[in-house]
């Protein structure tokens, strides 16, 4: 591929509405798949998080604990996938509704992961499809694990994986608040948003998170922040961004000047 692709992660936190299980967030879908149609970035990968789709039923089920030869896990593990592909198909509509070729993918059927990590991924249909200028969308998933039985695949692991293997020019995180805070804002009021940040400075901030036991940071953001540390060390720059608030996915994919956390090697 000559052009480095972009891979684009739309948080769950804000395609669905977290508080209510298997419900979606109809507008931020519409608003997210204007903005992405308007910007014209390819190549372009897209990637989705569970929300209210994946989350409440994988929990309910054990899924990423693996597989304890329990009857009604196995139909949990298809619960969780069915879920993903439904919200997958949602958001799939909503692209092609606004003239982006997207094809929906789901880790079930090309991923094996060992203890929680992706171990294979046949990747051939991606890269041949984003050679001729389809937009893949891959989301969070139930999938099988050589050491468990099955798991769950989160959505920011893929995004990391992928925009390593794809050899990505950036990745872009569209979550529900506005960046990487000191602690979590949703609890903590004295919460700084970090703009920008190195891989070294990011280290010790982690630190300072992690022992500052104020908040608690083990939340979806934690997880997400070392997904992305493996892609930013090897020069691919990474930038969270609140996908909530209007314009930020159009402004982040133009390259434009965006409130949010951009994290570079230095
Ligand atoms: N230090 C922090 N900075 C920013 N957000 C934080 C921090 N600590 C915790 N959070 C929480 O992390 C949440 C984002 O992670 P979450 O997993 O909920 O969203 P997501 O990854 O977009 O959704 P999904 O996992 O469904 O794709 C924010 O809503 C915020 O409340
Ligand atoms: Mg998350």
Redesign the pocket.
């Given at each position: 591929m000559s052009v480095k692709p972009t891979v684009l992660?739309l948080?769950?936190?804000?395609i669905?509405n977290?508080e209510k299980t298997l419900t979606p967030s109809l507008p931020a879908i519409e608003r997210l798949t204007k903005e992405i149609s308007r910007a014209n970035v390819s190549p372009l990968v897209l990637v989705?998080?569970?929300?209210s789709f994946?989350?409440p039923l994988a929990k309910r089920y054990a899924i990423k604990e693996g597989y304890k030869h329990n009857v009604s896990q196995v139909l949990g593990f298809c619960e969780t996938h069915q879920a993903m592909v439904t919200l997958n198909k949602m958001l799939v509509d909503a692209l092609i509704k606004h003239n982006i070729p997207a094809v929906g993918m789901s880790p079930s059927s090309c991923v094996v992961t060992k203890s929680g990590r992706i171990h294979i991924m046949f990747e051939e249909p991606l890269k041949k499809l984003l050679q001729i200028g389809f937009v893949p969308v891959l989301h969070?998933d139930a999938v099988i694990d050589s050491d468990l039985g099955f798991t769950i695949l989160?959505?920011?692991q893929l995004t990391t994986h992928l925009a390593m293997h794809l050899n990505a020019a950036r990745i872009i995180?569209?979550?529900?608040?506005d960046?990487?805070?000191?602690?979590?804002?949703?609890?903590d009021s004295l919460?700084r948003l970090v703009n920008r940040i190195t891989l070294e400075e990011l280290k010790r901030l982690l630190e300072r998170?992690k022992e500052s036991k104020v908040?608690?940071?083990t939340?979806?953001?934690?997880?997400?922040i070392y997904e992305l540390m493996p892609a930013v060390e090897r020069g691919i720059p990474s930038f969270i961004v609140n996908a909530a608030k209007p314009k930020n996915v159009y402004k982040a994919l133009k390259g434009e000047k965006a409130i949010g956390t951009f994290i570079e090697r230095g």
């Open positions: 992660k948080g769950g936190s804000v669905t977290k989705h998080g569970g929300g994946g989350h969070g989160s959505g920011d995180m569209g979550i529900d608040v960046g990487l805070f000191t602690s979590d804002p949703k609890v919460a998170i908040t608690d940071v939340g979806g953001m934690l997880g997400k």
